[in-house]
């Protein structure tokens, strides 16, 4: 393997622990939806139906004790099917199981073994990938007999769950995790000792990261670098700017080719959910030529989820007239309304316009990510605000809110403490957030407001 610039290059780089991908696999019908549904509920969300690119193939979070996981529900698994949607299906499928760490493969322990479980174990025995075997429509079965037959797939255990039920599942979760040796979580997601900012530049393909990667990092002199990383661990390219030190985590494969950096793999979209879950910063790119896709508006809608800082950018700007700049910024106040806290840019990558003031707004974003908010302070406002417009009774009850802490960073969690905090109104919620965000001028991060009801 070719590694230009050898030991010195590898110095340069710094290997980021991603979290782990689970694929859930197996034919229509055996439950992977429930699973799926199963093992994101706990953090309220799916995530990010990727449109165009990603039909049948879901991504969610979810966690575990202490570790948490991207999780991919693949659609059908045909893959011996010849032609059509099912050949289209498989590639899916088999893009997915790529991307995983490992693998659960589902069955149907009530439907009994099929020719395509079998062909689809061949395929996954051919990978050698981690692969945990689920018996799922379990419950009320009795181990044995039932499910002896599977273990005819050549796959090691057969653990017996019910999606529907909650039953084996968290001993499947830990079978499946057990095969990765993960590393003890860390703080993930927060700036280390030296203030290092840890950005990703997301977007679609074709918005122009790559063009932009290579000015900033041109400006930088970069070492060149060609190191693969392992699935789990994404390449990140430290740099400096204005004396603030930056890694920028690769979300699209980068690799040196010739003087330039280019991305060698296509869009990946763990890569860029799991780029965007190791930053304090994500910079969202999009593309001025193309408006506001369906697309960009999933990869916002992650990027909100994951709590992150954000900054937008629409590249191209050199590219459109007057009235497309017109449009498209009333396109961005519709489709991503819900990123208004976000500041918005517009830029020309490829002829360098607009590129200083995207660094201003990252290190705000940053700063406001990362904010200390004494509690005295907060209580203080938190009680003038209570003066200012007390919350609405309901019923029997008014909401009697007490003092507030800081329950968190990057993004930054407000606590409220006090009786029958249940009924406060998200009204009233977003009057609070607006009132913190303004004394503490936060821009860029989303803040979350969590109500702490006293027994
Ligand atoms: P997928 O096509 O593999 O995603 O399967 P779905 O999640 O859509 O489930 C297929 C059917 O199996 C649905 O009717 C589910 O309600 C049912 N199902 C899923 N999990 C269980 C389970 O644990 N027990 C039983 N009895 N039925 C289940
Ligand atoms: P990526 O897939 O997001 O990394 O996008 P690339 O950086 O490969 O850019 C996709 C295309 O957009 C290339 O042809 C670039 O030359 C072009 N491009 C990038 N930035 C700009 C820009 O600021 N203006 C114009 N007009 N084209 C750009």
Known sequence: MGRPGGAQASRRLILLPMKPVMALVGRPNVGKSTLFNRLTKSRDAIVADFAGLTRDRHYGNARQGRHEFIVIDTGGFEPTAEGGIYMEMAKQTRQAVAEADVVVFVVDARGGLSAQDHDIAGYLRKLGKPTVLAANKAEGMQEGAQLAEFYELGLGEVLPVSAAHGQGIR???????????????????????????????????????????????????????????????????????????????????????????????????????????????????????????????????????????????????????????????????????FLKFAKLHFISARKRQGLGPVWQSIAEAHRSATVKMPTPVLTRLLLEAVQFQSPKRAGMFRPKLRYAHQGGMNPPVIVVHGNSLEHVTDAYKRFLEGRFRKEFNLVGTPLRIEMKTSK
């Not at 937008?312 to 396109?331: G, T």
């Open 171 to 337: 001993s499947l979760v830990d079978t499946a995790l057990g095969l990765l040796q993960l590393p003890e979580p860390g703080e993930e997601g927060e700036a280390g000792p030296d203030g290092t900012i840890k950005l990703a530049v997301a977007g679609r393909p074709n918005v122009g990261k790559s063009t932009l990667i290579n000015t900033w990092l041109g400006e930088e002199r970069l070492v060149a670098f060609d190191l693969p990383g392992t699935t789990r661990d994404a390449i990140s390219v430290p740099f400096e700017r204005a004396g603030q030190k930056f890694e920028l985590i690769d979300t699209a494969g980068l690799r040196r080719k010739g003087r330039v950096f280019e991305a060698i793999e296509k869009f990946s979209v763990v890569k860029t959910l799991q780029a965007i879950e190791s930053a304090n910063v994500v910079l969202l790119l999009l593309d001025a030529t193309q408006g506001v896709t369906d697309q960009d508006a999933h990869i916002a809608g992650y990027i909100l989820e994951s709590g992150r800082a954000v900054v937008l950018a629409v590249n191209k700007w050199d590219a459109v007239d007057d009235y497309q700049r017109e449009q498209l910024q009333r396109q961005i106040e519709s489709r991503l309304a």
